[in-house]
């Protein structure tokens, strides 16, 4: 008889221990899915903006709304600087002081845009290169 009361208890946690495993399985499931949504309940999008190792920026003008962000990733093996601004004839950066990214080797650089306009942009390192691009903001 008391054998049967064991099994019954090991039953019993083996039951209370999968509906536990099942709760955190769906909350790591809720995380990973809020984590992949770079779409607020506001409806502002995260553009992407590759900056390449052949000195460009894909796609290098790029139309958003109001609100939207743009996620410059590096995706060469080249170090780009994406740099708010534009560039004057004789081939020298003129920074707006919106953004500036700073030298990176890797990973990416994002910013929010609240106004609209159209924002020239150009990387600090390769603009003989004739590495420039531009947002619109609609
Ligand atoms: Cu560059």
């Known amino acids: 008889m008391k054998k049967v009361v064991i099994i019954l208890n090991i039953v019993v946690l083996l039951v209370i221990f999968s509906f536990y495993g099942c709760g955190i399985a769906d909350q790591t499931n809720s995380g990973s899915g809020s984590d992949s949504s770079t779409t607020p309940s506001s409806g502002a999008t995260t553009h992407?903006?590759?900056?390449?190792?052949?000195?460009?920026?894909?796609?290098?003008?790029?139309?958003?709304?109001?609100?939207?962000?743009?996620?410059?990733?590096?995706?060469?093996?080249?170090?780009?600087?994406?740099?708010?601004?534009?560039?004057?004839?004789?081939?020298?950066?003129?920074?707006?002081?919106?953004?500036?990214?700073?030298?990176?080797?890797?990973?990416?650089?994002?910013?929010?845009?609240?106004?609209?306009?159209?924002?020239?942009?150009?990387?600090?390192?390769h603009i003989d290169q004739g590495m420039i691009g531009a947002i619109t903001v609609e």
């Not at 709304?65 to 080249?78: A, E, L, R, T, Y």
């Not at 003129?94 to 150009?122: C, E, H, Q, R, V």
Request: net charge negative; proline share 4%.
């Open 48 to 125: 992407i903006v590759e900056m390449t190792g052949n000195y460009e920026f894909v796609p290098s003008s790029l139309t958003i709304k109001q609100g939207d962000s743009v996620k410059w990733v590096v995706s060469g093996i080249k170090a780009h600087e994406v740099a708010s601004g534009t560039v004057s004839e004789e081939g020298k950066g003129i920074p707006d002081g919106l953004w500036d990214s700073g030298k990176m080797a890797s990973g990416s650089f994002a910013y929010t845009f609240n106004s609209t306009g159209t924002f020239p942009y150009y990387c600090n390192m």
